[in-house]
């Protein structure tokens, strides 16, 4: 389980605090269930298992791999949107790997061919009203239209579109003023060849913008899961722990 750190000083000397990332506050006291965790009461599918069932022992460590090049993946996306270079690296000493780097360039084909105006990365949003919380990819404006979009490097999901709705509600919540009109998934893996000449889907060889067909349904749906999670777990609460920062015996 990933945990953030972070480094507390109290009377008796430093402390390190592993911080649950599952688990989302505002005031240090009072912590709110992830998106992500309140999803995880329900199966991604028949396909996911399929594939678990393909890979025997070996689809834990495809599903580690995954995740760490969905995360370089992430960082180097967050990066460029808030304007910073991202570099792949010299020769013998690269940064990203192959097939990390074409999916990097993918978006900036992306970026610099239809011209989104950026509204927010990586916005992280708490809830006292709804429960939950969750960290926003990234937020745009693209023909006039708001769209919460969520990266991602391996197959899409059923989840992946409840996950938006619920981001939807978070975001609409905190910035009325700002409302959004559609989720998507771009989906940096996908099977298109170039860029649709119909003009109707947004995108281009290796990468397609893919747009929820009913937020309003996802919304229900994920509603009617986040009961079954909040009866599944009556007394939930985030798993930190806390250790002195130097030890000796």
Not at 32 to 44: C, E, F, H, M, R
Not at 190 to 210: F, P, V
Request: proline fraction near 3%; aromatic fraction near 12%.
């Amino acid at each position: 389980m990933e945990q953030f750190i972070s480094i507390l000083e109290t009377d008796t000397g430093k402390q390190v605090k592993f911080i649950d990332s599952r688990a989302y506050t505002k005031d240090g006291v009072k912590f709110y269930p992830g998106i992500s965790t309140i999803l995880d009461v329900v199966n991604k599918g028949s396909q996911y298992d399929k594939w678990l069932m393909s890979n025997g022992l070996q689809a834990k460590v495809l599903m580690r791999e995954a995740m760490e090049r969905g995360s370089r993946v992430h960082e180097a996306l967050q990066d460029l949107n808030n304007g910073k270079e991202v570099s792949f690296g010299e020769i013998g000493r690269p940064n990203y790997k192959r097939d990390e780097w074409i999916m990097i360039n993918r978006y900036y084909d992306f970026y610099t061919g239809f011209q989104p105006k950026i509204l927010a990365v990586e916005k992280v949003l708490v809830s006292d009203k709804l429960g939950f919380a969750s960290q926003i990819d990234l937020v745009i404006n693209l023909n006039g239209i708001n769209i919460i979009v969520d990266h991602k490097t391996g197959g899409i999901y059923d989840s992946a579109f409840l996950q938006l709705s619920a981001c939807r509600e978070l975001w609409n919540e905190h910035y009325p003023n700002t409302r959004i009109d559609a989720v998507a998934v771009m989906h940096l893996e996908a099977q298109t060849r170039g860029r649709d000449k119909s003009g109707k889907n947004i995108q281009g060889h290796g990468w397609k913008l893919e747009f929820a067909e009913d937020t309003d349904k996802d919304w229900l749906d994920f509603k009617a899961i986040f009961q079954i999670w909040k009866r599944k777990n009556p007394d939930w609460k985030p798993f930190n722990q806390i250790f002195p920062e130097k030890i000796k015996l």
